[in-house]
């Protein structure tokens, strides 16, 4: 079965500063993972996914990832955070069984940004 | 193009009434679906659809919760008898079609339960 931990339920930074976002997923296939990102009162909106062409991922806004099947890791980063990255971030994955598409979500980070 | 659409965007019901909850997908979409998201906890999915038919509904509650993508017309997630534990955000999401792993699935803006 799949499933995502995401290991930081609350993540503080200063603007300016690095963000890291941690995940860590389980899964019997090879997977398909995605970021995504929910602003108050807001759809989420996808921020990037998981190919497999490439294990360092770049998204929208600076936001990249990268894969690492080894620690079974997915964690998001971006060099500098700003004030309009507050939000809450979900780490997903695909579940393939039954080829639905249907997504397996993480319990959600979320990140604060302080002037 | 329009994203997708859900309405209402908040909706107010007392236990035992029924709540009807809409979603539109983009144009061109014909693959829906629906995710719950109760307080402090991530999406969790519902149900999978396409036009006239359920194709996965192994998270839908065996009881009260029904749905359905008709031909003509927007898709309706229903929950007949709502009971405050129904309080929730509930996300629609539609993609082009829903084979291969990597479509993106574009969400709505969600609809908020809230049962008194």
């Known amino acids: 079965a799949q499933s995502v931990t995401q290991l930081d339920s609350h993540v503080s930074v200063s603007e300016g500063t690095p963000v890291l976002l941690r995940c860590n997923y389980s899964?019997?296939?090879?997977?398909?993972l995605f970021w995504y990102v929910q602003h108050p009162n807001k759809g989420l909106q996808l921020l990037l996914k998981y190919t497999s062409a490439a294990t360092l991922v770049k998204g929208i806004n600076g936001f990249e990832a990268e894969f690492k099947k080894s620690e079974t890791s997915f964690h998001l980063t971006k060099p500098s955070a700003h004030m309009s990255d507050a939000a809450e971030y979900f780490c997903v994955v695909s579940d393939p069984s039954g080829n639905t598409g249907k997504l397996i979500f993480g319990q959600g980070t979320t990140l604060q940004v302080k002037p | 193009n329009a994203g997708v659409m859900q309405n209402p965007r908040h909706l107010v019901r007392r236990r035992g009434q029924e709540a009807r909850l809409r979603c539109s997908p983009m144009k061109g979409h014909s693959h829906v679906y629906w995710y719950r998201q109760l307080p402090e906890e991530g999406l969790k999915f519902m149900v999978y659809?396409?036009?006239?038919?359920?194709?996965?509904e192994s998270g839908m509650p065996k009881e009260r919760f029904s749905a359905e993508f008709p031909k003509e017309g927007p898709s309706i997630l229903r929950i007949q008898q709502v009971v405050r534990g129904d309080s929730a955000a509930y996300f629609c999401?539609?993609?082009?079609?829903?084979?291969?792993?990597?479509?993106?699935?574009?969400f709505g803006p969600g609809t908020r339960l809230t049962v008194l």
């Open positions: 659809l396409q036009k006239e038919n359920i194709i996965d």
């Open positions: 899964s019997s296939y090879s997977p398909s």
């Open positions: 999401a539609s993609s082009p079609t829903g084979r291969g792993l990597l479509v993106e699935q574009f």
